[in-house]
């Protein structure tokens, strides 16, 4: 069932990003600037807050570009011909359509799922994707497939650029068939536009500063997550992202943050003190569902502390 914020029906992102902050909307919206003219969306991943901010223009950008390439795909191309080539390759590859056949029909079942069957058939279609050069359409949908039979849904890529993620349990369920659905009706619907760009090299002065609003969802530093893996984020990322966001605030621009300033047993001291000089609002929400965190029943002392740092 679609989530419903005042009047506005709220859509799912078609990708598991860890941290993905779907569940959190309800707490994060309203807490937006009432007037938004553009918001940036710096960091967008799945683009659940993007796809969802009322706003009149946003502008979506990441570093992961073969994510990137597959949002323009949904934006530019029509929903019939997504999913007519989704269903081609998985038909191309043999792998399992549960929607259509069900689960014993692959000698599997909902419980330990559809891993064992696609196993194979998803490391020819991960083997034939890594071999292909260049960008097109079809290779942005063989990246979602990808997804979609992936180990929790996740990216991931090796140091080579090459994607290395091991099959999941999970196929191209009906769940899944209408988040895409209902994401790209709505992408199609808002004026929205999704670029590749590292925040590092993010030049404030080119965005109209009238009513400008930028949300700002970055890695956690102390979270264990595939993102985390070989120092991907680290104390250096934490403190040139802070400045940044210290010189949005010195252009009278509005930013909102998310972040954890705790994580069981670890804390973020350097956002710590650093949100001091800003509104910190704690949120409801622990990520006990995410693979990268310890089982909270086993663990009745583990901790997340959620934030949306404003300077509003």
Same mark, same amino acid.
């Given at each position: 069932?679609?989530?419903?914020?005042?009047? @506005?029906?709220? !859509?799912?992102?078609?990708?598991?990003? /860890?941290?993905?902050?779907?569940?959190?909307?309800?707490?994060?919206? &309203?807490?937006? &600037?009432?007037?938004?003219?553009?918001?940036?969306?710096?960091?967008?991943?799945?683009?659940?807050?993007?796809?969802?901010?009322?706003?009149?223009?946003?502008?979506?950008?990441?570093?992961?570009?073969?994510?990137?390439?597959?949002?323009?795909?949904?934006?530019?191309?029509?929903? +019939?011909?997504?999913?007519?080539?989704?269903?081609?390759?998985? #038909?191309? @590859?043999?792998?399992?359509?549960?929607?259509?056949?069900? @689960?014993?029909y692959y000698g599997c079942n909902s419980?330990?799922?559809?891993?064992?069957?696609?196993?194979?058939?998803? /490391?020819?279609?991960?083997?034939?994707?890594?071999?292909?050069?260049?960008?097109?359409?079809?290779?942005?949908?063989?990246?979602? /497939?990808?997804?979609?039979?992936?180990?929790?849904?996740?990216i991931r890529f090796n140091n080579e650029?090459?994607?290395?993620?091991? !099959?999941?349990?999970?196929?191209?369920?009906?769940?899944?068939?209408?988040?895409?659905? $209902?994401?790209?009706?709505?992408?199609?619907?808002?004026?929205?536009?999704?670029?590749?760009?590292?925040?590092?090299?993010?030049?404030?002065?080119?965005? #109209?500063?009238?009513?400008?609003?930028? @949300?700002?969802?970055?890695?956690?530093?102390?979270?264990?997550?595939?993102?985390? +893996?070989?120092?991907?984020?680290? !104390? #250096?990322?934490?403190?040139?992202?802070?400045?940044?966001?210290?010189?949005?605030?010195?252009?009278?621009?509005?930013?909102?943050?998310?972040?954890?300033?705790?994580?069981?047993?670890?804390?973020?001291?350097?956002?710590e003190q650093w949100s001091r000089k800003? $509104?910190?609002?704690?949120?409801?929400?622990?990520?006990?569902?995410?693979?990268?965190?310890?089982?909270?029943?086993?663990?009745?002392?583990?901790? /997340?502390?959620?934030?949306?740092?404003?300077?509003?």
């Amino acid at each position: 069932m679609s989530k419903i914020l005042g009047n @506005y029906k709220l !859509v799912k992102s078609p990708l598991n990003f /860890t941290g993905g902050k779907y569940r959190l909307l309800n707490q994060l919206l &309203p807490l937006f &600037p009432k007037e938004i003219n553009t918001m940036v969306d710096l960091f967008s991943g799945g683009s659940n807050v993007g796809a969802n901010v009322e706003a009149n223009k946003i502008i979506s950008i990441d570093n992961q570009k073969e994510l990137i390439s597959l949002f323009n795909s949904f934006l530019l191309h029509r929903k +019939e011909n997504i999913f007519q080539t989704i269903f081609h390759i998985i #038909d191309t @590859y043999n792998l399992s359509n549960s929607s259509k056949y069900g @689960y014993e029909y692959y000698g599997c079942n909902s419980m330990d799922g559809l891993g064992s069957y696609n196993k194979s058939r998803f /490391t020819k279609l991960r083997e034939d994707y890594n071999g292909l050069i260049g960008e097109s359409f079809y290779k942005d949908m063989m990246f979602y /497939t990808i997804t979609i039979y992936a180990f929790n849904n996740q990216i991931r890529f090796n140091n080579e650029g090459k994607c290395n993620i091991p !099959v999941g349990k999970r196929d191209f369920n009906n769940n899944l068939q209408r988040n895409l659905s $209902k994401f790209i009706d709505r992408i199609k619907s808002i004026d929205i536009e999704f670029h590749v760009a590292d925040f590092i090299d993010l030049d404030i002065d080119k965005y #109209d500063e009238k009513d400008l609003f930028f @949300y700002v969802d970055p890695p956690y530093l102390i979270a264990k997550a595939t993102y985390n +893996e070989k120092n991907g984020w680290n !104390v #250096d990322n934490e403190e040139k992202l802070l400045r940044l966001l210290d010189q949005i605030n010195s252009k009278g621009i509005k930013f909102a943050l998310s972040n954890i300033i705790e994580n069981n047993d670890r804390r973020n001291i350097i956002l710590e003190q650093w949100s001091r000089k800003y $509104k910190v609002h704690y949120l409801d929400y622990s990520y006990r569902n995410s693979n990268y965190q310890k089982n909270r029943s086993k663990n009745k002392s583990s901790k /997340t502390m959620e934030v949306l740092v404003t300077n509003y």
